[in-house]
């Protein structure tokens, strides 16, 4: 019986993250559907950041403690930062700005996958009902 069980458990597990990984992408598609709200910034104070969504390798959203999600355009695609898992890292004195570069890296491994030169902040609104946290 447990031989026959395992498999059974194997295959469901697949299926659910399957499942988990098309509903991720398709509130990333339409995270893209948001409007901007302002005219971009080129910084944004660090220790306001709350989380950060790479949506496609050249747009980010920086979501702030106090509610606001700024949207990131990168000058240049960065295919690292949509790896599954992959955490974000800045070095900067208090403002992360247009010309610093965000290290991509695996925090299990620790692997690094090299750095993203970002681009202007705009303010962004996401498209009603969308949670930050499902993408």
Known sequence: M???????????????????????????????????????????????IDDINAVTPRVVLFHLKNGRTYRNDLPNACPQITRSGSSFAYRSYGRLCAVDVMQVSEPASGFDYGGCQLGKFTRYELPEGLNPRSF
């Open 2 to 48: 447990l031989k026959y069980l395992l498999p059974a458990v194997a295959l469901t597990v697949a299926v659910a993250a399957y499942a988990g990984s098309n509903d991720r992408a398709a509130n990333r598609e339409l995270a893209l559907r948001g409007k901007a709200l302002a005219e971009p910034v080129s910084c944004i104070l660090t220790r306001q």
